[in-house]
């Protein structure tokens, strides 16, 4: 089984373009069915984390690719608008 503080530990790593996303900040879970829906990566933080930060990358879960030991593989073409619930 794996916990919520094991994925936490893990760097989330976009495989379309090798980009470092940052690590799991947060899970989305549907309360009804128990099932993570997306995990959420905090943004990037502006200027020495004294200005605030970017918007939350929010990750589908059917677009983990790989859990590793070290790191999440993600396909994610585009990152600049979380997802909507009706995508779901």
Do not use: C
């Not at 373009?17 to 943004?43: H, K, M, N, T, Y």
């Amino acid at each position: 089984m794996l916990r919520i503080s094991d994925l936490r530990a893990r760097e989330v790593i976009n495989v379309i373009d090798g980009r470092r996303l940052g690590f799991i900040g947060d899970l989305d879970v549907d309360l009804e069915s128990g099932r993570v829906r997306a995990i959420v990566v905090p943004g990037q933080g502006k200027f020495l984390g004294i200005f605030g930060r970017d918007t939350d990358v929010y990750i589908l879960w059917d677009k983990i690719v790989k859990i590793g030991e070290d790191v999440i593989l993600v396909d994610v073409h585009t990152l600049e608008t979380p997802y909507l619930e009706d995508e779901m």
